[in-house]
């Protein structure tokens, strides 16, 4: 796919007329499926914000916020996996009509000194009879596309910008009726087209008991953004993808039990909605500290919100169900890093651990280079006294067995942070700051121990307590940043009308967890300090997360209100 690909897939507006094929009744298996509807008709009777996810779709901020252009608006390569999800959402938010995209896999290809995965992609949009029409003399033009080949007795068009050499090179387009289709993958285009084969060889959502039951229970209202994707492999990728503790915890979460996902994003009057749910079949074992959550009155888990920051999350958690008998893997995983540290999990640990879980994420300019995203974790030990003694107690045993270090100090106010080795329970790629963080605590090598000296990124955890909680990371910088702002008064929680409005929808109702994320200081930093240039994008994202009954299973929801 190169330029003249955009400028002829972008010249396709749409509004309502004759339907083709539907994705969700034909492609087999899809690893994500994504729906939009309709702009409906202006009419006095149709609320205004009614078109609202589109328009933060169509707007060039967003490009900027994804890095899709940069600030000359230079876009990728569209044969980059950048350049892919760039079209995706120039064609997601420039097509008026009803569209339907699937993803059904992801394609190695090699893009100058890169290798990138190229996801494999099906996408349909509805077209007006009048531009129908016009795309009919599009494919008419030998400069921009040829005949390809007839499938069930339809014509296809092959762009004439290619990768013929590449996987997912070939962009393969036809119009049923006055709907367009899209792909660069034959099997796609064979589904959409050719009669269909016997129910049982054919795996489509319209047949799939997750799709609808998940569907039915979001009840999405008009113009919302649907997802949803096949959990057991998506979150493999999502997995894969991220890094440092983040990226660890989602791995020992065991979310991935869950067997499907459905997402929304949806329009309201006061900004956007966004609903997440997570469906656990029936005696679902999850396999990760997702089993020790328990559900709280929300006004529990408030006061613990981080507030530091761009804010963060909060967790109701119960320690005794993680060292009982569900969650084995993160149990054993727990286990086996604590006895390298030479503590016993249930003896030193569990009795003196709290209910409370929190990642708070912080936002760290770079001096002159890329800003980027950083997170501090804790956990809420039962009194300020259990956290020191907890903390000592590892002091003691890492240091004897050589595989931690308390780190110098610059100043006596500076946090005491000890740091571990992990010995490659836990290798992520890294984020590791260059230079010493601020706060004292320098980014040096620990003196001694196995593997001292060896630059082997985020080989290593940072761990600190502040009052009664103790906090971890990867980075030392963001442990010091924490502490600085407790110094400076500025951990208070931020009580304001957007959390209490959530806590009122909420009620007397249990929930799992809160957030509260502000990302104003990044959209700062992305365009210039100017807050015109993303003024059509939500920067305040708060909501909760909780467990519902569905049948002998449960799904895990998650909730959040966005707004400017």
């Not at 205004?48 to 169509?58: K, P, Q, T, Y």
């Not at 980059?80 to 009509?97: E, Q």
């Not at 099906?122 to 596309?145: K, Y």
Request: charged share 20%; aromatic share 4%.
């Amino acid at each position: 796919m190169r330029a003249p690909t955009c400028a002829l897939v972008l010249a396709l507006a749409a509004t309502v007329a004759a339907q083709g094929p539907r994705l969700v009744d034909r492609i087999d298996s899809p690893l994500v499926y994504l729906a939009l509807d309709a702009v409906p008709a202006r009419t006095p009777s149709a609320p205004e914000h009614i078109g609202s996810v589109r328009r933060m779709l169509a707007d060039p901020a967003l490009d900027r916020l994804l890095g899709f252009a940069s600030g000359g608006d230079v876009r990728p390569a569209p044969d980059s996996a950048t350049g892919t999800l760039a079209l995706l959402k120039d064609l997601i938010a420039k097509t008026a009509g009803e569209l339907e995209l699937a993803v059904t896999g992801f394609m190695p290809v090699q893009h100058g000194d890169v290798r990138v995965q190229v996801p494999l992609l099906a996408f349909r949009a509805r077209l007006s009879t009048a531009e129908a029409t016009r795309m009919h003399g599009v494919l008419a033009d030998v400069a921009r596309a040829r005949p390809h080949r007839r499938v069930g007795g339809t014509e296809t068009w092959a762009l004439a910008a290619r990768v013929p050499s590449q996987p997912a090179g070939q962009v393969e387009v036809t119009l049923v009726d006055n709907d367009l289709v899209v792909t660069n993958s034959i099997v796609a285009m064979d589904e959409l087209l050719l009669p269909m084969t016997t129910s049982a060889s054919r795996r489509v959502l319209a047949g799939d008991g997750r799709f609808q039951s998940l569907r039915e229970r979001l009840a999405a209202p008009p113009g919302s953004l649907l997802l949803f994707g096949d959990w057991p492999r998506l979150g493999n990728r999502l997995g894969a993808l991220a890094d440092g503790l983040g990226g660890d915890l989602l791995e020992w979460s065991g979310l991935g039990a869950a067997s499907a996902m459905m997402a929304a994003l949806s329009p309201g009057e006061a900004g956007l909605t966004g609903t997440m749910l997570l469906s656990f079949p029936r005696s679902a074992a999850i396999d990760g500290w997702f089993s020790a959550v328990q559900s709280v009155p929300a006004r529990a888990l408030s006061d613990s919100l981080p507030a530091g920051g761009l804010g963060g999350l909060v967790l109701a958690m119960d320690p005794e169900r993680a060292a009982g008998d569900t969650g084995v893997r993160f149990r054993e995983l727990i286990q086996d890093v604590l006895d390298d540290f030479g503590l016993d999990f249930r003896r030193q640990v569990l009795g003196r651990l709290g209910q409370i879980g929190a990642m708070q994420v912080m936002f760290a300019p770079a001096g002159g280079g890329p800003s980027r995203l950083r997170a501090a974790y804790s956990l809420r030990a039962r009194s300020r006294a259990a956290a020191r003694e907890l903390f000592d107690d590892l002091v003691r045993s890492t240091e004897v067995r050589r595989v931690g270090s308390v780190m110098p100090t610059r100043d006596r106010r500076d946090p005491k942070v000890l740091r571990l080795q992990l010995h490659g329970h836990a290798h992520p790629p890294g984020d590791r700051p260059h230079g010493p963080p601020p706060g004292g605590v320098p980014d040096g090598p620990p003196p001694g121990g196995p593997g001292a000296g060896r630059p082997e990124p985020h080989a290593d955890l940072y761990l600190s307590v502040l009052d009664d909680v103790l906090l971890f990371a990867y980075d030392p910088a963001a442990i010091a940043q924490v502490h600085e702002e407790a110094r400076q008064g500025n951990r208070k929680n931020r009580r304001d009308a957007v959390l209490g409005t959530t806590l009122q929808a909420v009620g007397d109702g249990k929930v799992a967890g809160l957030f509260d994320l502000d990302l104003t200081p990044v959209f700062a930093a992305a365009f210039g300090g100017n807050p015109q240039d993303w003024s059509g994008i939500p920067a305040r994202h708060l909501g909760y997360v909780d467990l519902q009954k569905d049948g002998d299973g449960f799904v895990a929801r998650l909730r959040v209100s966005s707004s400017r």
